[in-house]
């Protein structure tokens, strides 16, 4: 990367805004598993059971008139 872009580390870069930066000859590969189970422990979800997709595809959403406010800043 010190090819590319002008650096002021003196160390390899590892992890940078959440995401973690591996720097092989073949590229730059980034990873955002750190900052998953990160966000994850902050919820207290670690041991949450995983699924593939999260809710139903076919199914039509729109707003719930009648509902109860929820907190949004969650």
Partial sequence: ???EFEMSM???LN???????KQLNDGTFL???KYCKEL???????????ISTPMATNCYLDSD???TSVDQTN
């Fill in 1 to 3: 990367m010190k090819g």
């Fill in 10 to 12: 003196m160390e390899e």
């Fill in 40 to 50: 994850l422990k902050k919820f207290d979800m670690e041991n949450c059971k995983e």
């Fill in 15 to 21: 992890y940078f805004l959440g995401l973690h930066i």
């Fill in 31 to 33: 990873s955002q598993t």
């Fill in 65 to 67: 008139e009648k509902g």
